[in-house]
């Protein structure tokens, strides 16, 4: 049994029972005695330690329907992209990650794909696809789309063909099972509530959904079923994207004879789904097959995956994956939908803990929110109008000072804020009405109770609109928003911004124009140098003789912060707002409330 799995276990998977611990070590046991006698991809991605263009990148994630609406529907579209790009130039970002833009019936806003290889209709055409991808190309800009592929619509044609009859060629593309007892085939819950489980009545059997019934999961034991996956990302990659961000991709491989989850494992299932015995083998498969084929860049979202496993999937020697995004950050306070509190050396720990798992030759991802968590000011800093833009500048530069890609998720480049819910009826999200079915209607909890959580930790709060100006709508549709606007837009909004030099979004400019300036800024070794303040985040960055100290403080006050023995400023490098800037020589800084500095040692 390899170090990694035991100090897994041991770090962050108390709450498992002894019995389902030792199942889940078998497993991965299994696993790495399956990598050993695999075929070894011989068509290196990367070299350990390796400079990398996508280690280089600026992120900026663009969730379609929320972004820009051309055609009065109310729905964003592609065309409401390609009009934005200049905007994205100007903010410096190189990398835009489309969320999903396939065709689809929107049962989870496109995270239910019917057909793959067709633009969703309220999104345009593949016409305007080409084009928009032109137009980035022009402007020197990549683009990654969403792979998702754990799961599909039950309308794709895939599983209107499998449900159709038990000895369907189709059938074994996704997973089937009898009831058990006359219920469910196991206990897996589902994470948009209720069973992971539904029977389907014309052929009497259960098919698996780890989300909303109608995004049946893919059976990934089945070599046809990947094989028609590869080719579907051939497809988009000989259209000129750059790659891909994959959709819950650990929960491709599924538990050997899908045993029941053990009563502590229920509340977080996401650790036993993202532990299938082959994963790593599927991905090694995927690299082989395909990725190393082209210049690529992928990123996994990881729910269930530990900073300490994030390594076997991005180290470069093992041809996965180049990055993971770990959610162990954004939801440092929460506990599923519960909000939970979080201090400053929490946080702190965190990302030295994520860091430190990457090692010398693993790569991280940087982002404080996206389509899936609540807006970054509104979680992480004050989203007060008084303390609002400086939080969000102190936020920015904790995010792109890291070591590692940094992903702007759109609308935080203005710190634009949560949305003020007030009752059920207020959200979209089928997560939120699957858990409302399962908690308050069931009586587990009440109405207030859980409305007081979810205001502060759905999924709603980053797919209200963009917000472009304060005209109605803040700009984004002459029609009916599918979401409503927040109705901050007249305060918070691009047009008010672009110009203003003390802006949210011209800092973002300054620090994206910084770090691509500044090798150590990207590359250099991570250290927090005062892990127990709870008032100050002090790190520093360092590449052979370049050295660079990142001072934040986290506090509605004006601090005065003595650097550590033998660490004197040679001079300030970016201020998001001193009254009076450190000179030479310094040792001891007067910090404003929510202040962030960047200084060259």
Avoid: C
Avoid at 407 to 429: A, K, S
Avoid at 448 to 458: A, H, I, K
């Amino acid at each position: 049994m390899n170090t990694l799995i035991k100090k897994t276990a041991t770090l962050r998977m108390g709450w498992l029972s002894a019995a389902l611990m030792a199942a889940l070590l078998s497993q991965q046991a299994i696993a790495s005695e399956t990598e050993k006698t695999m075929p070894k991809n011989t068509a290196a991605q990367s070299v350990p330690g390796e400079n990398k263009w996508w280690k280089e990148a600026v992120v900026y994630q663009v969730y379609p329907r929320s972004f820009n609406d051309t055609n009065g529907d109310g729905i964003g579209d592609l065309n409401g992209i390609t009009e934005k790009l200049d905007y994205l130039k100007t903010l410096g970002v190189n990398v835009i990650w489309l969320s999903p833009h396939f065709d689809s019936p929107n049962a989870d806003n496109g995270y239910d794909i019917r057909d793959y290889r067709k633009v969703m209709k309220e999104f345009g055409t593949m016409a305007d696809f080409d084009r928009m991808m032109a137009e980035m190309k022009k402007r020197h800009m990549r683009l990654i789309i969403d792979l998702v592929v754990n799961h599909t619509s039950d309308e794709n044609q895939w599983f209107v063909e499998s449900r159709k009859s038990k000895d369907n060629p189709y059938r074994d593309f996704y997973i089937w099972r009898d009831g058990h007892n006359g219920k469910e085939p196991n206990n897996y819950p589902s994470f948009f509530g209720g069973s992971a489980w539904k029977l389907d009545p014309q052929t009497g059997q259960y098919y698996l959904h780890y989300f909303a019934s109608k995004q049946p999961d893919l059976n990934w034991d089945n070599p046809k079923v990947r094989a028609d996956v590869y080719d579907i990302m051939r497809f988009w990659l000989d259209k000129g994207v750059s790659g891909f961000r994959m959709d819950v991709i650990p929960f491709i491989s599924k538990q050997p004879k899908l045993p029941d989850l053990p009563p502590a494992a229920l509340a977080h299932p996401e650790f036993v789904f993202a532990n299938g015995p082959y994963v790593h083998q599927y991905l090694q498969e995927m690299n082989r097959e395909v990725l190393s084929h082209y210049d690529t860049m992928t990123v996994g979202e990881a729910f269930g995956v530990t900073p300490e496993q994030a390594k076997t999937f991005t180290d470069p020697q093992r041809h996965e994956l180049n990055m993971l995004f770990n959610f162990d950050l954004v939801r440092l306070d929460r506990d599923g939908w519960r909000k939970t509190d979080w201090t400053l050396p929490q946080l702190k720990a965190t990302y030295t803990k994520i860091d430190n798992a990457a090692g010398d030759d693993g790569w991280n991802t940087s982002f404080l929110s996206n389509h899936d968590n609540p807006r970054a000011v509104s979680h992480f800093g004050d989203d007060g109008p008084l303390w609002r833009e400086a939080s969000a500048k102190a936020l920015a530069t904790m995010m792109m000072t890291q070591r590692a890609t940094p992903f702007i998720y759109q609308g935080d480049e203005l710190g634009m804020t949560n949305y003020p819910f007030r009752r059920i009826e207020d959200y979209e999200d089928v997560e939120v009405r699957g858990q409302w079915k399962d908690f308050v209607v069931s009586g587990k909890v009440s109405a207030q109770e859980y409305l007081q959580n979810v205001r502060q930790t759905s999924r709603d709060n980053a797919r209200t609109p963009m917000q472009w100006n304060s005209q109605a709508n803040g700009g984004f549709t002459t029609g009916k928003p599918w979401l409503a606007v927040n109705p901050d837009y007249v305060q918070i909004n691009a047009a008010s911004q672009e110009h203003n030099p003390d802006s949210v979004y011209n800092y973002y400019r300054h620090l994206i124009a910084l770090r691509s300036q500044t090798p150590a800024l990207i590359y250099g070794k991570f250290k927090d140098i005062d892990p127990a303040n709870d008032k100050v985040f002090a790190y520093t960055r360092t590449q052979d003789d370049q050295r660079y100290l990142v001072v934040i403080n986290f506090t509605k006050q004006q601090l005065k912060y003595s650097l550590p023995e033998g660490i004197k400023i040679n001079r300030l490098a970016l201020d998001s707002g001193s009254a009076h800037p450190a000179k030479e020589g310094a040792t001891q800084l007067a910090l404003q409330p929510w202040q962030a500095s960047i200084y060259r040692l």
